[in-house]
Structures are given as structure tokens and as C-alpha cells.
């Protein structure tokens, strides 16, 4: 069970550190994250269990996590460069190309997931989760899908330089829609635009 967080200043709370994260060989307790922080059931969690186990698998893939300090999972974020091959491209790429957005699918790291247990978010944790990983992409530019509403997590891309390449895109069993954003890299900081 996850501690409450004591503020640490805007950072992000008291002992929380971020680092390496073995996505593949923590997967059910990264999985325990998102089910908290995204609402997620059984079903879906065994389904994303697959997915995350096969991901891991791709050319770059890689994964950070956010830790207390008795080494529990807080949060996590994973990505890796771009495939058009990938299920996720194949989806979004009509819609991007609607909107003449389409090269995005070049040259770009995708920010698979990202998730940060309730009991720590609004502490910056998401944030340096995010921007730690696409500081080490080779790529020029990262793209990620969020749900397609005004939320606090579309509120931190577009602080980050996130913008709205493709909105109302639908993903086969997703009952919500979503919005593809890119930006370029590294990703914008605080106080600076």
C-alpha cells in the first residue's frame, strides 16, 4: 500500500525518487497504478498486461518510474520511438492524416503510458516522469493520445508544448475519444515558453 505524500516544495513529494524502471519485470504492480489512477478492470488490466509485456519487447522501449522510499511504485511512464507498423499508428494515422499531420508519425517517441497514483498527483511527479524520459529520445519530436477532454493530464501536455494534432480519434473498445498531441523536443519547462 502506498503512503500518503508530504509536500517536498513543487518538485514532487517528500522521498519520492524517479529512475530505471524493469517495466517487464514489474508489470502487475505498474498495472495496479494504472487501474487506480485510470480506472481500470480486471479484464483490462490482464488485457494491458499482454500489451505492456509485448511493448517492452520494441526497439527502444524503455520505462522510469516514480518510488517511496520503501521502493513502491507511485508512478511510471513508458514510450519508444514510433512504428507505423504498430497497432497504435495504424489507428491514429488516418486521423492525423485528415488533418495534413501525418509525417508526426516520423521521427517521433511515443509516450505509451503515463500514470501516477492519485495519492501523488498535482506534485510534479507526472511532469519529471514525462520530460526525464523524452530528454533521453533521439527523436525530435514525441506524440502521445489522451483522452479527448479537458483534464489535468491535457492540461500538463499542453504546458509541456503539447498541441492537438488529431481530436475525436476513436480506439477499437474505447468507449471515450481521444486527442493525438505532439510536441517537439526537448519538452518546454516551466517559465519558459
Known amino acids: 500500500m502506498l503512503p500518503t505524500p508530504e509536500g517536498d516544495g513543487p518538485d514532487h513529494p517528500a522521498g519520492l525518487r524517479i529512475g530505471p524502471l524493469d517495466l517487464a519485470g514489474r508489470v502487475d504492480e505498474a498495472l495496479r497504478v494504472q487501474a487506480v ?24 522501449a524503455r520505462a522510469l518510474g516514480a ?24 489507428v491514429v494515422e488516418p486521423y492525423l492524416r485528415a488533418g495534413d499531420n501525418e509525417g508526426w508519425l516520423d521521427g517521433s517517441f511515443v509516450i505509451t503510458e503515463l500514470h501516477v497514483h492519485p495519492g501523488f498527483q498535482g506534485h510534479g511527479v507526472g511532469r519529471e516522469l514525462i520530460t526525464r524520459i523524452t530528454d533521453a529520445a533521439a527523436e525530435p ?30 480506439f477499437p473498445s474505447a468507449s471515450l475519444p481521444y486527442a493525438v498531441m505532439g510536441a517537439p ?5 516551466p517559465g519558459i515558453r
Open 37 to 60: 489512477a485510470f480506472g481500470l478492470s480486471d479484464e483490462e488490466v490482464g488485457i494491458r498486461r499482454y500489451i505492456v509485456q509485448r511493448h517492452m519487447t520494441c526497439r527502444g
Open 141 to 170: 519530436r514525441s506524440i502521445l493520445s489522451a483522452i479527448d477532454t479537458d483534464s489535468p493530464a491535457r492540461a500538463l501536455y499542453r504546458a509541456l508544448g503539447y498541441t492537438d494534432l488529431a481530436r475525436r480519434v476513436y
Open 67 to 90: 518510488y517511496t522510499d520503501d521502493g513502491a511504485l507511485a508512478g511510471f511512464v513508458y514510450g519508444m520511438p514510433n512504428d507505423r507498423d504498430h497497432w497504435w499508428s495504424t
Open 185 to 189: 523536443l526537448p519538452l518546454r519547462r
